[in-house]
């Protein structure tokens, strides 16, 4: 069939998922198409979506795997409601995600995958290339395994590397559809499997197959334009929201002069952040594989006495086995770093989604007085700069602090500018000197209440801590009823004096107003987008979104008293919102919840912001 020219359609913002089996390569050519996105300039936002379930049967639904990728030419806030592209490579692939399609996307699909039995599993009762399951849509049914076995013809390569191979050929023909340039795919072969050059030949050649056969088809009537987005000059980085936390906890320890320590035990999404620091032993990042999550955090712990900015990062299972030792940590006054990436529960509950359920064991989950900072990340670009702050107000005020993020923004990637670390914010620890001659355990410093780090080994500072409650600054062991009372209302109030040196809430809109959106932690883009389109409409409506939750800023009566109604917007059943009822009881809060491993849409935000603002 003759190439013919198609017309340029220009587009301001696309969303493409590839979806297949387990096997199929789809988390690869996401990020490599996602990747080339970058490299020409556009904004972006990706997530991977992949059962839980190991080796999940073939061609069911359990066993589809995805990643979505959101580009545009202005800034992304969200990896994207409903897709314009989908690649689905087989026919449960097809079934799991066809409800995500927008009415008319363009759906690619291998119809070498589409036989009976794979038909059957999925749920089908009817081959839905050929009934009318497809109606409405731009549909390019492709024999890909087929045609990738084709074009490998003259390189006799095996059957079985050859279907392998035909995600690559999806991709392809996505890079037609795209106008992408081929060329920074083939680098990246060439670096790849630089030590195996058959693979790099064979990907080369069939990604240029999937290209060339792009070009013949009817299917493809135009190819679709998105123009490099305006960005701030500097070294950009597609970065996931774990490898971000991890760059932002070696920042601080080279601010900070204190040696990065992670005691860790891998748990899903949480386990990036391990693999990526094991990787800086040439920074002085130590990296101690526990064999359990209590291990870990006490190891941290006995770093933490020895002068390391000391780390431990876990999901909400995980969290829970921690939750004694985080008391611990709260009765020396040591500095520690908790990240949670939070995932679907309660118990092993939903492995690979995400969810906000882990606020009030962050909160509250200890027994006794036991309260420590919490803060939350937004996007996976902020999780550097919240980890660094983590990192900052935990040394400098010598309590734990835990760091929410979440499996969306861990394992989601966005363009990360590298910053300068001039231009990060100092961090001071209150290190005892030497020989100090006023030095006692449990002195405080009048501003923060930070008791002093003494060193092990520093001339001098022989001290002694643990785990039982300490008289005031001398540090011996007490059970004088007033002296726990001193020391409970001491712990908290270090805590709550973090609120002076954290900044003031901001409001996204007017500081007055009918309707209120708060949100925290990962629902930031959904939010802000839905805010921003009722407020082009004219709507009177504001967005509030909190990082700082233990202390929550010092104006935030002040925020929430502008406004006539609040919403509240989480991915739980309303635990945020019933802190800031605890907090400030007022009558005007409303919630918006959803719990179902899935982030908000902005569609459902903008349908319950106007229902509100509707209402009398």
């Known amino acids: 069939m003759a190439k013919k020219k198609r017309p340029v359609v220009e587009r301001e913002d696309v969303v493409v998922k590839f979806v297949g089996d387990s096997g199929d390569g789809m988390q690869l050519i996401g990020n490599m198409f996602s990747d080339v996105a970058a490299l020409i ?51 449960a692939s ?89 060329k920074p795919s083939f680098h990246y072969f060439e670096q790849k499997f630089k030590k195996k050059p058959e693979l790099i030949q064979t990907n080369k050649i069939v990604l240029q197959a999937g290209y060339n056969y792009a070009e013949t088809i009817e299917a493809i009537e135009s190819v679709i334009q998105v123009a490099p987005a305006t960005m701030t000059k500097g070294r950009y980085r597609n970065i996931t929201g774990n490898i971000a936390t991890a760059w932002g906890l070696l920042a601080a320890s080279e601010k900070s002069g204190r040696p990065l320590f992670l005691g860790s035990y891998p748990i899903t999404p949480a386990t990036d952040i391990l693999i990526e620091l094991a990787k800086y032993k040439s920074l002085g ?42 008391g611990l940590a709260v009765m020396t006054e040591l500095p520690l770093v908790i990240v949670n990436v939070q995932r679907g529960g309660p118990s092993t509950g939903l492995p690979t989604k995400s969810e906000q359920s882990d606020l009030y064991q962050a909160l509250f989950g200890r027994n006794g007085e036991c309260p420590v900072i919490v803060i939350a990340a937004s996007t996976a670009e902020n999780c550097f700069y919240y980890a660094y702050e983590a990192a900052k107000l935990s040394l400098e005020h010598m309590t734990p602090v835990i760091l929410l993020t979440d499996g969306y923004l861990g394992f989601g990637s966005t363009l990360f500018r590298i910053p300068k670390m001039a231009d990060m914010p100092p961090i001071n620890p209150p290190i005892a000197k030497p020989n100090d001659p006023e030095y006692k355990p449990y002195k405080r410093d009048p501003e923060t209440l930070a008791r002093q780090w003494a060193i092990p080994g520093t001339e001098g500072l022989r001290h002694r801590i643990g785990g039982l409650e300490k008289e005031d600054i001398i540090g011996t062991v007490s059970t004088d009823p007033l002296n726990h009372q001193k020391m409970v209302d001491y712990r908290a109030a270090k805590v709550e004096k973090v609120a002076d040196f954290i900044p ?40 509030a979104h909190f990082h700082h939750i233990m202390p929550l800023p010092k104006n935030t009566e002040k925020v929430l008293k502008g406004f006539k109604k609040i919403v509240v917007c989480e991915l739980n059943s309303g635990q945020f919102v019933n802190y800031l009822r605890m907090k400030f009881p007022m009558p005007n809060f409303y919630q918006f919840n959803k719990v179902q491993g899935l982030p908000f849409m902005i569609n459902e935000l903008t349908e319950k912001f106007n229902q509100l603002l509707e209402e009398k």
């Open 504 to 543: 003031d809430q901001v409001i996204d809109g007017s500081p007055e107003g009918e309707l209120l959106a708060v949100s925290w932690g990962g629902t930031y883009g959904a939010v802000h987008s839905a805010v921003k389109k009722l407020q082009n409409e004219g709507k009177s409506i504001s967005h």
């Open 41 to 91: 300039g556009n904004d972006l936002a990706t997530f991977p979506d992949f059962p839980a379930e190991i080796r999940a049967p073939q061609n069911t639904v359990a066993g589809v795997s995805g990643f979505q990728v959101h580009m545009g030419s202005s800034k992304i806030f969200t990896t994207g409601d409903l897709v314009d592209v989908l690649v689905a490579m087989n026919p």
């Open 94 to 182: 097809l079934k799991a995600n066809l409800k995500w399609a927008k009415k008319g996307a363009t759906i690619l699909t291998d119809t070498d995958a589409f036989e009976e039995k794979a038909i059957e599993k999925a749920g089908y009762k009817q081959d839905p290339l050929l009934d009318n399951t497809l109606a409405g849509y731009n549909l390019i049914k492709a024999p890909l395994t087929t045609l990738t076995k084709e074009s490998l013809k003259e390189l006799g390569v095996d059957n079985k590397t050859a279907e392998r191979s035909k995600n690559m050929f999806a991709l392809g023909i996505l890079y037609f559809i795209f106008n992408r340039d081929l």
């Open 285 to 326: 990042a130590k990296v101690f594989q526990a064999e359990d999550e209590i291990a870990g955090i006490c190891s941290a712990i006995g770093a933490s006495y020895a002068g390391s900015l000391a780390c431990t990062s876990t999901s909400g299972p995980g969290l829970s086995l921690k939750c004694e030792a985080i």
